[in-house]
């Protein structure tokens, strides 16, 4: 049972910037696709970004892109979420999330139905 912990969530102002990460202790995470979602009061949880287990593919959600990169390094079983421009809109709690094999990872954002494996989530909050 992969046990997924994201980390570097926070409060932050208009147009700031985080980096959140994603590790399984102890597991190794490059059999792994993995996704970043994310889910505001009251609202339905959202695929953000997803790359597959090597990292030679990604997705990203339009209202994010060009301000979200998301990436992995596979000798340190982590993922990344770096956020940059951050709005209030963006104030949510992300989950990173895992899914065995090679998904289409842009399927694998638009329903995480089929996600194997999440992780308890970080509170990422921008004030404005």
């Known amino acids: 049972q992969l046990q997924l912990v994201e980390s570097g969530g926070g409060l932050v102002y208009t147009g700031g910037s985080l980096r959140l990460s994603c590790v399984v202790p102890g597991f190794t995470l490059d059999s792994y696709a993995i996704g970043w979602f994310r889910q505001a009061p009251e609202t339905e949880r959202e695929g953000v970004s997803c790359?597959?287990?090597?990292?030679?593919?990604?997705y990203t959600t339009d209202s994010v892109k060009g301000r979200f990169t998301i990436s992995r390094d596979n000798a340190k079983n982590t993922v990344y979420l770096q956020m940059n421009s951050l709005k209030p809109e963006d104030t949510a709690v992300y989950y990173c999330g895992a899914l065995r094999g090679s998904p289409n990872v842009e399927a694998m954002c638009k329903s995480d139905s089929t996600i194997a494996y999440w992780g308890r989530g970080t509170l990422v909050t921008v004030d404005s």
């Open positions: 790359i597959s287990s090597s990292g030679d593919r990604t």
